[in-house]
């Protein structure tokens, strides 16, 4: 067994689902393109960048853009998405998570973002929880997307802790990846069939304990 001293955190999915948002923003875009976009392709886009989710959802349609117009449907696509989310509430927290946020910080366990949005920092201000963090890494700091672990490996250098003594809290496959590959322990939050590579799958953070943690 060894020591855990960080916990770095995925945001949709694992703290707040936001996914519904973003599905009906890719739809609304999908459908003005002239085909559809069903919640089976969204669940797909888990975990990757919003760049990489338009070239796949414009191959599934078949379509081709130049980069510039990649870039227009992306902001408006985000543009659309923001609107949805200016008045997202604390109470939309998934269950567990301010909960086991504060248990962390009574333990003194450093605590880290790491996720594919560039839209982080407002989602954790409106949900009242960017007070918990010790360092965020979101889509504006990286290059690379998950599987790769840059986003994570960052995280753990802002925090001064080694990889090997962080654990990662994902739900989507790619962020499992990126944990194993920055050789950080992790812990799945979702189905176990799904996320069979992950140290630990619980179906929430309300599963969640600093004993459960330091068993890995």
Request: negative net charge; charged residues 25%; aromatic residues 6%.
């Amino acid at each position: 067994m060894r020591e855990i001293n960080a916990c770095l955190f995925d945001l949709d999915g694992v703290l707040v689902d936001t996914a519904i948002y973003h599905y009906k923003a890719w739809r609304r875009l999908a459908n003005e393109l002239g085909f559809d976009f069903t919640e089976k392709d969204n669940e797909k886009l888990k975990g990757i960048s919003r760049i990489q989710s338009l070239k796949l959802i414009l191959e599934w349609g078949g379509i081709k853009k130049t980069s510039k117009e990649i870039e227009e449907l992306s902001q408006k696509k985000n543009d659309w998405y923001l609107e949805m989310i200016a008045d997202i509430q604390p109470n939309e927290l998934l269950p567990g998570s301010r909960e086991f946020l504060q248990e962390l910080k009574d333990h003194g366990i450093k605590i880290a973002l790491g996720s594919a949005s560039k839209n982080a920092i407002i989602i954790l201000d409106k949900t009242n929880i960017r007070h918990f963090f010790d360092a965020i890494v979101d889509g504006n700091m990286v290059q690379a997307s998950k599987p790769d672990p840059e986003v994570f490996l960052i995280g753990a250098k802002l925090l001064n802790i080694q990889p090997q003594q962080c654990v990662v809290i994902e739900d989507a496959v790619a962020g499992v990846e990126a944990a194993l590959a920055g050789n950080m322990k992790v812990i799945g939050i979702g189905d176990k069939g799904v996320l069979k590579e992950a140290n630990l799958v619980v179906a929430s953070l309300a599963e969640m304990s600093i004993d459960q943690l330091n068993s890995l």
